[in-house]
């Protein structure tokens, strides 16, 4: 069944929640035959709908699986691009930033979604992998194509980082913290985490590649120890259709933003969910290891460090470690 016919009928029940819907009613809406109508109810149960029918009374809709298709995504998304044009629903992939980046080698525009209920080989920073059961979590990555230079391109992350926490607020009341550049914790736990690649050549970007991971409803045992889930935090299941609209909403607005004045808008608001500010860490950058205290976080997005031996380092990425006080 399209996407477009299942929506469409979707909205229909929606908008007598409380009764039930024709089958000669649907028909109509639709412009197909009765026994059309009957497949796609058919089509819904195998997707996970529970549809009540009753000789001479018609379909009602009693509940909707907790899967993240497409038309779900868009139905009551309110965004204009991010998560609007194109969305790719899998059940498995083995990394939702693979298939996106190869979607985005083939033309696919700014704003598509490729999501998936789980993956068997989850990408972390530094190659490490990011444990996805499936319908555990929220498992995407979204193509962009930002007019901006290299030097811009780790801001990027950051805001997106700002969107998760701002959206996990929304969600379920959950406070979390941003460890820099792209992890995010509650209690000093790790709750999400964000992979950004990008395609570019020497004076420009070709293409980028926002993954996002979000532990959402992951029992413990499927986590790692340093790892924690939104019910976890909060004590009961969480909706991550309604976290995943929050998360596309507040980055799309957050991105345009960004679009048009830079990281200087939300330097403020990083600063007050960072974690870093004021401690010790180590960072290994490239080829190099920085060790010092973290003092702030400048207009592009970047990590500044007070080095033990008293200079101001500038970093924009790296691998980065918590350290005791001396």
Known sequence: MEDKVRQRILDFFGKNKDGFVSGEDISNMLGVTRACTWKYMEKLRE????????PHRGYRLRSSPDKLYAHAITGALRTKTIGKRSVHHFESLASTNDRAYELAENGEPEGALVIAEGQTRGKGRLGR??????????????????DADMDEIPAITVIAGISITDAVEKTCGVHAELKWPNDVLSKGKKLGGILTEIKAQPDMVDFLILGIGVNVNTAAGKLPAEATSLSMECGHSVGRLELLRYVLEEFEKNYLVFRVKGFAPFREKYKKISMMLGRRLKVSEHHRMVE????????KGALIIRADNGTLQRIFSGDVLLCREK
């Not at 992998?129 to 930002?146: D, H």
């Not at 010092?292 to 207009?299: F, H, K, L």
Request: aromatic share 8%; hydrophobic share 40%.
């Open 47 to 54: 997707d996970g709908y529970i549809i009540e029918a009753v």
């Open 292 to 299: 010092g205290t973290a003092v702030d976080i400048d207009e």
């Open 129 to 146: 992998k990011w444990e996805s059961p499936k319908t555990g979590g929220l498992y995407m990555s979204i193509v962009l194509r930002p």
